[in-house]
């Protein structure tokens, strides 16, 4: 796992967490999902989220995953501007893969734009791989997502 100067933590989201997870969802995405969506995904049952947090008070980033029929698929991950480039979406995305294997899934899936490299890079890292393309997946930009896989 990469190390980082801030000290952080990775524990499961809860209803709590809803409000703060809308605020980095409005930083990060053209179509944020609202404090209602979140509490009922984190609610839901197959629904796995996580947070990064700096302290009781400061959340840096989350994921929110569900998983169904042997699969989890990652449906969003964000970090907070400011906390960036810190390594604190991988430090992320490893802990939904560790939770992932303890729970014996057997692939995780996620989309990612076909414009983000950063991302794209990430994940590769991390040892996902391209399935195949969804052209014009992203409404507002008509943009395609890479649907990525990890095999477990």
Partial sequence: MPQSPLRISIRLADER?????????KESFANPWSAADMRERIGSAGSLATVAELSPEEVAGFVCCRGAGGDMEIHRMAVRPPYRRKGIG???????VARARDMAVS?????????????????AKLGFSQSYVRKGYYAASGG?????????
């Fill in 107 to 123: 692939a995780v899936f996620l989309e990612v734009a076909r414009s983000n490299a950063a991302a794209q890079a990430l994940y």
């Fill in 90 to 96: 991988e430090m992320l995305c490893r802990d939904i």
């Fill in 17 to 25: 967490d809803t409000d703060t997870i809308a605020a980095i969802e």
């Fill in 144 to 152: 395609d997502a890479l649907v990525m896989r990890l095999d477990m």
